[in-house]
């Protein structure tokens, strides 16, 4: 089955977890929110530790809901990061500042999970002992308050009245009717929040756009079009100039997003490439490739697919961030993923 539309085997909910001094620097050319990237990669170090634990669950795929962020700028004319002040060198001589961005943050982290051994324990989890699942959850939320996500470190929830923050393991339930109750009753649970989702379709459609308007357009035209208003003066009849902007309403909640990497040389074996962090590992040289993003009221979701992110590796180098997203209904024809107009040969 397409990994877009597969079903999945259960879900595990970590909900307002509260980042403190993550990453905001997403990429060379971005900023605001961590990249996917670094959420991918702290669900792979969080499947490790399960692993370890002898846990028989595997993380396949990650969601994010955003409920808050306070990133560490001053605001103006010029937006500034927030820096530290290093100690002075050895010789009394001022350090260099290194420019670090940082976000305070409040997630909620969804995780589609599998059963590792198909046994009789692991069917009692996913079926009707749900003290076995809530210890589970529990352990894992606290293995989750020693690890660093996007570099910041992790806090211990803030109860609040109204607002959830027991993690969840349930089981997704076979009939498509307990699915849509299933998914609703969590949905809730995610407002105020948006979620981020892909929508590399608005980027195919605005390329193509250009392109007729100009065939000598790149997808990086189209791309940076995507990520800022663009104001166009006409005269009206009387004669004066009205300023207008071809950025439809609601359209603020799209924004530029790394996408994953694409890469630079071959695929070397461990050891083969000095001062690499782990000789036991092959080793690439990549660079960043670029996406577009929306931010999403979970209300607006239609399946838990829709915020579900994953990984993909293509042999011509290609290492991108997936995600779920079925386009609305008038987008019907918006372009696969994996269609290569959108590889990061193209930028």
Known sequence: M???????????VLPRIRVQNANAISSPLTHGFPSMTAFLGFMWALGRRLAAAGIPLKLEK???????????AQEGYVRTFHLTR??????????????????????????????????????????????MRRDIAW?????????????????????APGV????????????ENDQRALFRRLRRQWLPGFALVSREDLLRRRFESLQRENPDATLLDAWLDLSRFNWRSTR?????????????????????IPGGYAALSDLYTGGQVVNARDQGTAFRFVEGVYS???????????????????GECHEDGLYRCCNGYGSPPEHADA????????????F
């Open 86 to 131: 290093n100690p002075v060198d050895k010789d009394g001589s001022t350090a260099a500042i290194v420019e670090e961005g940082r976000i305070h943050l409040d997630l909620t982290l969804v995780f589609q999970v599998s059963a590792i051994q198909r046994t009789n324990e692991v069917h009692f989890l996913f079926g009707s002992d749900e003290s």
């Open 2 to 12: 397409n990994a877009k539309h597969q079903v999945p085997e259960g879900l595990l």
């Open 236 to 256: 009206n009849d009387e004669g004066r100039v009205v300023w207008t902007h071809d950025r439809p309403e609601g359209a603020g909640w799209v924004v530029p």
């Open 164 to 175: 959830r923050i027991a993690p969840t393991l349930v089981g997704w339930p076979d009939q």
């Open 62 to 72: 990650v969601g994010v809901i955003c409920h808050w962020y306070q990133e560490q």
């Open 139 to 159: 352990w894992i939320r606290e293995q989750v308050g020693s690890m660093r996500l996007a570099g910041g470190s992790i806090l211990p929830p803030k109860p």
């Open 335 to 346: 372009q696969d993923p994996s269609d290569p107009l959108l590889s990061a040969e193209n």
């Open 292 to 310: 577009i993003g929306q931010w999403i009221g979970p209300h607006r979701l239609q399946r838990v697919q829709d915020c579900l992110w994953w």
